[in-house]
């Protein structure tokens, strides 16, 4: 029976629910484009107002998984887990961690995104590696995965087109921040990956999309819900997103620091982060017991080269220059000169905004403003001073690595991102230094 589409809007405006058959009908006339754009915006914002129930939300998600294509992995023996961040600064993560935990003998075939405003995107970074492609075909990417046990790739017109129909409308129409809209947008496309398992990393802080616990949680409840509905393992992970990840922001610079902790190396947060999200991956497909055993699995892999090989591997499987691995200064491409933003005053520092971080290198030309923008992928900022250190005024806060371009607006940015504290308040010192390093808030399994 045709769909009254006037109807069905109507009725999520007042607050009822929609039928299973109502749902999949209306998302298969957005994918078929038989939807005027005014009536599923109309649509979204009555879903923004009113939301979606358990069952909706399942079924929604499901609809939008089944516009497009589902990859069949059923050939690969391995069990099949990846991790999903909802996107923060200076997030390198994922580039360790699926090599690191293939390297524990799970299958990790990961379809990742582009960085957009000031947060940035596992392609754009891996695209900073001379020759590195990420858009190669299904057979090619499930023939990676199962000889090298990873692989990260774009994601392909046919992977859930609905979202992107349904997420152009959503910028445009004040319905972005909707948890349904948004739990169901990421994990129609997660789920399309053919995968048994799946960890979510749900940032929370000044640098994410949640700024409160509460919204986390409430993401991270949705996410889960339709992960279990489709039959998956979830495991949902709260991290905190206030100061930036690691010290480099900026794709070269944010693939070095990966290699860096793919050596045994790096700065403590960004290896802890990833020893403590590959063990919930580990947990989550099987291999091991408790987290605890998981994250001395990681760590071994990290510490004894077996997950650098991987990552070597992989990059030259994707047509990348393996060399990165052993000399990544001179392989990855850098900006030709470097500024260094001073603190205007002595104390200590009491915050870093990682939304301002991520401005700052965008005004360098490391991310993107628009879609289509290109990115210059040899730019970024180097942090020197983190929080809770104590600085004296004049000395360096960080280097910006540029070509020229963006530098003024940068360094107000940074200016405006680090607070600091007169040194007469620095009682509160102990506040800061005795705060827990781990950046993982919250675990739901
Ligand atoms: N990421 C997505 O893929 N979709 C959203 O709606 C928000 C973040």
């Known amino acids: 029976m045709a769909l009254l589409i006037p109807e069905l809007i109507r009725k999520k405006r007042d607050g009822e629910t929609l039928k299973d058959a109502e749902i999949r009908g ?52 391995r069990v099949k887990v990846d991790k999903h961040s909802t996107g923060g600064v200076g997030d390198k993560i994922s580039i360790p961690l699926a090599p690191a935990v293939a390297a524990c003998g799970l299958a990790v075939p990961m379809v990742s995104g582009r960085g957009l405003g000031h947060t940035g995107g596992t392609l754009d970074k891996l695209e900073a590696i001379p020759g590195f492609q990420v858009e190669i075909d299904t057979a090619r990417f499930i023939r990676i995965v199962d000889e090298i046990g990873t692989s990260i790739i774009g994601q392909t017109a046919r992977i859930a087109p609905a979202d992107g129909v349904l997420y152009a409308l959503r910028d445009v129409t004040a319905t972005v921040e909707s948890i349904p809209l948004i739990a169901s947008s990421i994990m129609s496309k997660k789920l399309a990956e053919g ?21 986390a949680v409430e993401l991270a409840t949705a996410l889960k819900a339709i992960g279990e509905a489709a039959g998956k393992r979830v495991t949902a992970v709260i991290s905190a997103m206030d100061d930036p990840i690691g010290n480099r922001i900026g794709n070269a610079l944010e693939v070095e620091e990966a290699i860096a902790v793919l050596r045994g190396e790096g700065p403590l947060d960004t290896r802890e982060l990833t020893t403590q999200l590959g063990a919930e991956m580990l947990l989550c497909g099987g291999a091991c017991a408790t987290p605890e055993d998981g994250a001395a699995r990681i760590t071994g892999v990290l510490d ?6 991987i990552f070597r591997r992989m990059v030259e499987a994707q047509g990348g220059d393996p060399r990165v691995v052993d000399e990544p200064a001179s392989i990855l491409p850098r900006g030709r000169r470097r500024t260094t933003v001073t603190a205007p005053a002595s104390g200590q520092i009491q915050a870093i905004a990682s939304n301002e971080i991520g401005n700052a290198a965008l005004m360098l030309g490391a991310g993107r403003r628009r879609k289509d923008d290109p990115v210059d992928p040899g730019v970024g900022v180097v942090i ?20 020229d371009h963006g530098v003024d607006e940068a360094t107000q940015r940074i200016l405006a991102a680090y607070n600091i504290s007169p040194p007469q308040t620095t009682d509160i010192s102990t506040d800061i230094s005795t705060q827990p390093t781990s950046r993982v808030l919250e675990v739901m399994r």
């Open 195 to 215: 995968i048994d398992g799946l960890v979510l990393d749900v940032k929370l802080g000044t640098g994410a999309f949640m700024k409160t616990r509460e919204r």
């Open 384 to 403: 020197h001073r983190r929080r809770g250190d104590s600085v004296e005024a004049g000395e360096p806060l960080v280097d910006l690595i540029h070509n």
């Open 26 to 77: 209306f998302i298969a006339g957005v994918t078929a484009g038989t939807i005027a754009d005014y009536q599923i915006a109309a649509m979204l914002m009555a879903i923004y107002l009113r939301g979606l129930d358990h069952r909706e939300l399942a079924t929604w998600a499901d609809a939008m998984l089944h516009s497009g294509d589902v990859l069949d992995l059923s050939s690969i023996d």
């Open 304 to 309: 004894d080269g077996s997950a650098l090989e």
